[in-house]
């Protein structure tokens, strides 16, 4: 009884050991599958491939949502796989995003901006807010025939910083409050700054007057801040998108599934890039 009672509870144990060990096996086998389609792109394209993925989805066992966005972790990790990156060789992104902190996303879209070799942004499903202000850093934006882009307008809290400026415009002073000119008054220099901002991604893409044009019509409250901007509106703004996008792209957001976890949004071969010879790198 005693030895049947032992290789009871040694079972149990070890079940007990394999389960807690499969979420990270699966992890692991999730890392190493995106490793291998990186890798295979960046074969394929003779590019440096860079993935940032932002899941915004809720956990299945407590039911609370996980939200990710763009942040200064994200930036440093695009960063430094820019600099690993010889400036004659293109870079690839690849972006699923709903947005995230003005300072990183504008980080990366200046970093990318400033590369001498070709950028290219793919926008498998969508690229909102910070996502889109880093589009605007790409030589060409690639989306499926269905992904979006969006607004580039501040919010400030819960507030978009457009609204604040029309209540502070339309209301007699005495009738509002400190806290909202307060707010007004920062919405008005983030409107500027981001405008600002946009205006020199964009110039030389495309004519100045243009330029100005599709900055001001981003950022200053056009739309609500969820607007889905398709491929053809954006052509229609003077955007240099395409819809030819590579099914190994749409694949690949299969390998980022709904998180039970933190997990980081970015990765890339952690390894210095060079350009290769004519003929290399083709399948």
């Not at 200064?72 to 695009?78: A, Q, R, V, Y």
């Not at 002073?173 to 806290?179: K, N, R």
């Not at 409250?221 to 969820?226: A, K, L, Q």
């Amino acid at each position: 009884m005693s030895n049947s009672g032992d290789l009871f509870w040694g079972l149990l144990w070890l079940f007990f050991i394999l389960s807690s060990l499969q979420p990270l096996l699966q992890q692991r086998m999730l890392e190493a599958a995106r490793q291998r389609k990186i890798a295979r792109f960046e074969r394929k394209r003779g590019s440096r491939v860079i993935v940032m993925v932002h899941r915004q989805e809720t956990m299945r066992l407590l039911g609370f949502p996980i939200v990710r966005y763009i942040d200064i972790n994200d930036s440093e990790e695009i960063l430094r796989a820019i600099r690993l990156t010889n400036s004659d060789v293109p870079v690839d992104l690849i972006i699923h995003t709903p947005g995230g902190l003005v300072l990183a996303a504008l980080q990366i879209a200046r970093a990318l901006r400033e590369h001498h070799g070709n950028v290219t942004v793919f926008v498998p499903h969508y690229a909102m807010s910070g996502g889109t202000l880093i589009c605007l850093a790409a030589n060409e934006i690639v989306m499926s025939p269905h992904a979006v882009l969006g607004p580039i307008d501040p919010q400030l809290g819960q507030f978009p910083a457009a609204s604040l400026l029309k209540v502070v415009e339309q209301k007699p002073i005495a009738e509002i409050d400190d806290q909202t000119l307060v707010f007004a008054d920062i919405g008005r220099k983030a409107i500027g700054q981001v405008r600002t901002a946009a205006r020199e991604l964009l110039e030389g893409r495309l004519p100045r007057e243009k330029a100005e044009e599709l900055a001001q019509k981003l950022s200053e409250g056009t739309w609500t801040h969820d607007y889905p901007i398709f491929a053809a509106e954006a052509t229609d703004m003077g955007l240099n998108v395409s819809t030819d996008i590579p099914a190994d792209i749409l694949d690949f957001l299969s390998l980022y599934p709904q998180p039970t976890r933190a997990q980081g949004g970015v990765e890339y071969l952690p390894m210095p890039r060079q350009r290769q010879g004519r003929g290399a790198g083709r399948a």
